[in-house]
C-alpha cells in the first residue's frame, strides 16, 4: 500500500514549523472579513483559510472540557467530540482484532481531518493514520501538533477581547503513527492504495460533490473495512451547488433525505452495522456556542477479508 505523505524530520521539521509560526503570527493570508467558521451565512473552502479558523479548530479538537464549557449546566454530553470518533471507529474496525498478522498493521484515514484532532486519537489503536485536509492552513496547524505536540491558540472571550489557551496532543499519543497531507476529499488520489477504516467527520454537507466522495470510498476501503460517515447534514448552496445535495429536498413532491441517498449508493457494496447521534459543540465566545448533533454511521464493505 502506497501513502502520499506531508510532513518532515529533524532540522527539516524544526524549520517547517519555524515557518507556519511565523505566518500565524503575521495573520498572513488573513481574511479580511473576521467572521466565525460557525456561522450558516456563508461558505466556501477559503473560509478554513484564516488564522480564526485554525484558533476556532484547535479549540474545537485539543481545548480541555473545562476551557470549552465551563458553565455546569452546559451539555456535557457534546464534549470530546474527537475521541468519541475514533472509540466508533475502534469498535467496529476487525482489521485491529487481527492477531495473525496476515493483513498487515491496520491504516486509518481521517478526511477533512481539520487541525487533527480525531486523527490522533485514531492512532490510539491505528499503527498508521492518515489526515487529510483540503485547508493549507488547516494541514500546517496539525504539522505543528505532530511535530511540536503542541501549539497556542486564541479564544475570542467578548468582543475584542481574547484569550490565549496551548493545544496539545495527549502525551500517552504516539504521534509518529500520525502524518498529514493536503488533498481534495472529492479526487482522492489512486496512490493511497487501500485502507482498513475511513473516518469522514461533519465532512459531507461542506463538499462541493460529496457523491464523488462516496463514490471513491468503494475502492479506497479494503473488504470487511469500514467507512464511517458523521454528518449534521448541513445543506447550504455556500459550500455545495444545491444539484450535487445528498437530501434535504423534494423531489416530485416527496422529501429526499441524506441517510435514505448514502444507504442507496453504499449498500450494493457496503453494510450497514451501526448508527447513532454524535453531539458536538463549537465554542463562538465564552457565552455563545454552536451546538450539533451528527448522524453517525458505520458502513462495513462486503466481501471477505483477507
Given amino acids: 500500500m502506497a501513502l502520499i505523505i506531508a510532513g518532515a524530520a529533524g532540522a527539516g521539521a524544526a524549520l517547517l514549523v519555524k515557518h507556519i509560526l511565523a505566518a500565524r503570527a503575521s495573520g498572513k493570508g488573513e481574511s479580511v472579513q473576521e467572521r466565525s467558521t460557525t456561522s450558516s451565512a456563508a461558505g466556501g473552502a477559503a ?7 485554525v484558533d476556532e479548530y484547535l479549540q474545537f479538537h485539543f481545548a480541555a472540557p ?8 452546559g451539555p456535557k454530553e457534546a464534549l470530546a467530540f474527537t475521541s468519541r470518533l475514533a472509540q466508533l471507529c475502534e469498535r467496529h474496525c476487525e482489521a485491529l482484532r487481527d492477531f495473525t498478522g496476515e493483513r498487515g498493521d491496520a491504516v486509518a484515514v481521517d ?3 481539520a487541525v487533527g ?4 486519537e485514531l492512532a490510539r489503536a491505528f499503527p498508521h493514520v492518515l489526515g487529510i485536509d483540503y485547508s493549507h492552513h488547516f494541514v500546517d496547524a496539525a504539522e505543528v501538533m505532530k511535530v511540536r505536540g503542541f501549539c497556542e491558540y486564541e479564544a475570542v472571550v467578548e468582543g475584542e477581547l481574547k484569550q490565549k489557551f496551548m493545544a496539545a496532543v495527549p502525551t500517552e499519543v504516539d504521534r509518529n503513527r500520525v502524518r498529514f497531507m493536503q488533498g481534495d476529499a472529492c479526487a482522492l488520489s489512486a496512490n493511497l492504495g487501500t485502507v482498513d477504516c475511513v473516518l469522514a467527520a461533519n465532512l459531507l454537507c461542506r463538499l462541493p460533490n460529496p457523491m464523488a466522495f462516496l463514490e471513491r470510498c468503494k475502492s479506497l476501503i479494503k473488504p470487511g473495512g469500514i ?4 454528518s449534521p447534514y448541513s445543506w447550504l448552496k455556500g459550500w455545495t451547488d444545491k444539484d450535487k445535495w445528498l437530501g434535504g429536498y423534494y423531489k416530485d413532491g416527496q ?4 441517510a435514505d441517498t448514502i444507504a442507496a449508493v453504499l449498500s450494493p457494496d457496503f453494510d450497514l452495522v451501526a448508527e447513532q447521534d454524535c453531539p458536538f459543540l463549537i465554542r463562538e465566545h465564552a457565552r ?6 451528527s448522524h ?3 458502513w462495513k464493505h462486503k466481501g471477505r477479508a483477507v
Fill in 47 to 53: 473560509a478554513y483559510e484564516t488564522k480564526k479558523a
Fill in 66 to 73: 473545562d476551557d470549552l464549557l465551563p458553565y455546569p449546566n
Fill in 111 to 113: 478526511v477533512g481531518c
Fill in 117 to 120: 484532532g480525531a486523527t490522533f
Fill in 227 to 230: 467507512l464511517v460517515l458523521v
Fill in 255 to 258: 422529501a429526499v433525505r441524506t
Fill in 288 to 293: 455563545k456556542f454552536q451546538w450539533g448533533c
Fill in 296 to 298: 453517525a454511521v458505520v
